[in-house]
Every structure is written in C-alpha cells, then in structure tokens.
C-alpha cells in the first residue's frame, strides 16, 4: 500500500479519487457525527490528475449517501475500513434513476409546489445529466442544488 | 395506452396509430359512440383554442363535458392541492384533459388518479396534442410523413410546439432547415440527437434562402415572455414576417402550418394562397383529439 499523508483510520470510510476541487462539495451533502474525525485532501497527486479524499472515522454511508456521491464524483471509489484494513472497496456507480435526493431545479416544475417526491433520470452519465420525470427538464450536475 | 402526457411516451407506432384512427374518423369509416362518457376540462391556465377543440371532439363523439376554466371562486382559490382537485374529479368523470401553468402537472396528476390524463399543456414543457394535430397535418398535405423537407421558423430556443414537432418527426426521416436568430437556435442537446440519428439539418439566418426547397414550412410566434431584456425582444420581433411576394418560386405541395395564435409572422395576403394551411390545420386538431379520446376511453382496440 502505498503512502498516504494523512493518518490511517481505524473504523469508517475513506472516499477517493474525488475530482479535485469537490471534496467540500462532497463532504457538504454527507452528515458525519460532528464528533468524529474527518480528514480533508485537496489536490492530491493522483495517478493521472489531481485528485480530493477525504476520510471519515466511523461514518458509514447508506445508499442514498453514495448515490448522490456518484452524481458529484462519478469516479469515486469507497473504501470500507475496519480495524485500519479495507475491508471492502468500490467505485460509486451513477444509478439510472434518482428518487427524492434534492429539489427540482426549475422553480416552474410541479414538484416544487405540491411537495411531491423528485424523480431524476440519468440521461447521459459523462458528464451527467439528469432529466426531471415531471418537468422533463434537463440539468448539469453544477445546476442541481444538493 | 393510459394517458398521453408527452410526446417522448410515444413511439412510431403510437404516432401512426393515432393517424390511422383520426384519418378513419375524418373519412366517416369509423364512428366511435362515447354516449354515457364524460370528459372533465380542466383548464387551470385558460386557453380558447386548445379547450373549445377538446369539447368540440367530445360532443362530435357524442359524449358529454364538464368544464373548469381558470381557477377563480375554485377550490384551487381556497388552497386544495391539485392532487386532491383532481381526484374528487376522476370520481365524476371518464377522463381529464388539463392544462397548467406548472412543468409535470399533468404527469403527477395521471400517478394520482385511476382515470386517463391528457396533457393539454403544462406550462412551457408539452403540448402532446398540438404536436399530434401538426403531424396529422403534415400527413393529410403531403400523402405521407418520410423524407420531407420541414423547415421550422422563428424561436426555435424555447418553442415547446417546435420541440415536441421535431421529437415526433424524428421518426421519419426528415431533412430540417432551421430558420432562427442566433440566439434562439435551437437547443445543442437537440443538434447533438440529430447528429445521433442520422437526420440531416442545416441552420439559416432567413427565410427566403431554403424557401424553395421546402415541403412545409412551420412558422413559430417568437414570444415576448420568453425575454427578460426587452430591447433584445425589439431586435428580433420582426426578423421573420412571410408575406406572398415570398412565395413566387416554392415547391407545388408546399404547405404553410403555423401553430396560432399568429401576430405578425404570417401577413394576411399569405391566406389567400394555396400555400396557406394554418386554419385547416385547427380543424385537424377535432379529428386528432377525437381519435386520442376515443383510443384512450377504450373505443377502439
């Protein structure tokens, strides 16, 4: 394994290959325990490009939590550590639908006024983009509001 | 089918199915009865054109109406979600036709109640019937719908009848010719599609260059709405006025369409031409409503 510049975990969750410069972004729509320890990397050197990591002692994600992970980071990889070992390793995998994880865009769009549940689907996974079912509107990943 | 809400729902054959059944009741070969059915009209956002079409269809079949025309002394005025508007109606009627001026009011109506939806506009997003009417349309002038040259006029940016239009004739092989200022092209994703498909297009800044070439000529209202800086609304409101001088040396079958309401594009010196298709082409939307009530309420199989 190779050298990390931070220091290892010993239970939680590790996020890499981040595109650099959204690991706030990202660490934004996860709500860790404010008590844990969360490592933020910015700009590290990746294989090809720079890349974010960011660490998070005990957090564990749920489904929701890594699809919308996959939308701002479509190449991220999870690792599940415990007892500082990765136990498991993904990459995130953008769904074909999204179902409730943010607000429509388009203020016009009838979901914004009957409180009725979001349904996105995924047009086009690189880049992203995503079509409301209702409005059928399509968004960018910098337009949705996460 | 359950409901129509979008032209994107619809395959080739749907589209042609609903020829089949609109050419077949305009020719008197079929005479659906819907006497016993009831249609609600609700027109949240009222609309002249699009809601006496719907209940002159309806009545044509010998159904019946009720009709709600914008949402004063309503319970939408007493604050009752559309949600629940609509299903107290789907309790009294067969069917809803709605427009609103919310983009998905349709299809979240249709996942709320048991009855069909047909989408009679929901704010900027489809008008599935309109789109229908002018497919019809172009079917009944031209004899057939492959490899037409189609050429789309004015705001090609934002117009919601000229997206659901070049959705629908995607299917058959068309040749577009997009007439547009330059910042109302139509949209890349669209251009991208095309490229995907194989439809060939090309993009003009005027009329008179491609006019010769065209089997029909779809002209669009560009819409004062659609701007928030009026001066750039000044610039481009006159850009695309079709007058007869301009149509001395076009092809024998081309047909003038023009969704209405029309208010400068079209002078009137251009009705009185063989050009000219744009009124019969509201008649054209009885027949195609007709034929969508009556596939949807279940009178033909």
Not at chain 1, 83 to 90: A, G, I, L, R, S
Not at chain 2, 194 to 210: C, M, P, V
């Amino acid at each position: 394994m190779r050298e990390l510049k931070v220091d290892a975990i010993k239970n939680g969750t590790v996020l890499d290959h981040i595109p650099a410069g959204k690991a706030l972004k990202v660490l934004s729509i996860l709500n860790p325990n404010p008590k844990d320890v969360v490592t933020i990397g910015i700009n590290f050197s990746g294989k090809s490009q720079k890349k974010d990591i960011l660490k998070f002692e005990n957090l564990e994600l749920k489904k929701e939590d890594v699809d919308k992970i996959a939308v701002l980071a479509p190449k991220a990889t999870i690792n599940i550590i415990h007892d500082y070992n990765v136990v498991k390793k993904y990459k995130v995998e953008v769904p074909d639908k999204l179902e409730n994880l943010w607000d429509c865009p388009n203020p016009n769009c009838i979901t914004r006024s009957e409180n009725q549940k979001t349904k996105f689907v995924v047009e086009n996974k690189e880049p992203i983009v995503l079509r409301c079912v209702y409005c059928e509107r399509t968004f960018d990943v910098e337009e949705i509001n996460l | 089918m359950q409901d129509l809400i979008s032209m994107r729902d619809l395959g080739k054959d749907d589209i042609l199915k609903f020829m089949e059944i609109a050419t077949a009741i305009e020719k008197g070969d079929l005479k659906p009865d819907m006497k016993g059915k009831l249609m609600a009209a609700l027109f949240f956002e009222p609309s002249t054109r699009t809601h006496l079409s719907f209940e002159t269809a309806m009545k044509r079949l010998g159904g019946e109406v009720i009709s709600m025309s914008g949402t004063a002394n309503t319970s939408v005025s007493k604050g009752e979600t559309l949600a629940d508007t609509t299903k107290v109606i789907s309790q009294y009627a067969d069917i809803i036709v709605m427009r609103h001026p919310l983009e998905g009011a349709a299809r979240y109506v249709a996942e709320h109640v048991d009855i069909p939806v047909i989408n009679a506009g929901d704010g900027a997003n489809q008008h599935p019937t309109q789109s229908l009417l002018d497919v019809y349309t172009i079917l009944k002038t031209q004899g057939k719908l492959e490899n037409l040259n189609i050429c789309l006029v004015g705001d090609l940016k934002y117009g919601r009848t000229v997206h659901s239009l070049v959705y629908a004739l995607s299917f058959f092989n068309p040749r577009f010719y997009f007439v547009s200022p330059e910042n109302l092209r139509m949209p890349e994703h669209f251009l991208k599609d095309f490229e995907k498909l194989g439809i060939k297009y090309s993009e003009h800044l005027t009329i008179e260059e491609i006019i010769g070439e065209v089997d029909i000529l779809y002209m669009t209202r560009i819409q004062r709405e659609r701007f928030a800086d009026m001066h750039e609304y000044e610039k481009v409101k006159n850009l695309y006025i079709l007058n007869a001088n301009m149509l001395q040396n076009v092809k024998d079958n081309l047909k003038v369409l023009h969704p209405l309401p029309r208010v400068n594009e079209i002078s009137t010196d251009v009705d009185s031409t063989k050009y000219a298709h744009y009124f019969q082409q509201t008649k054209n939307g009885v027949y195609i409503r007709q034929a969508i009530l009556t596939l949807l309420l279940g009178g033909v199989q």
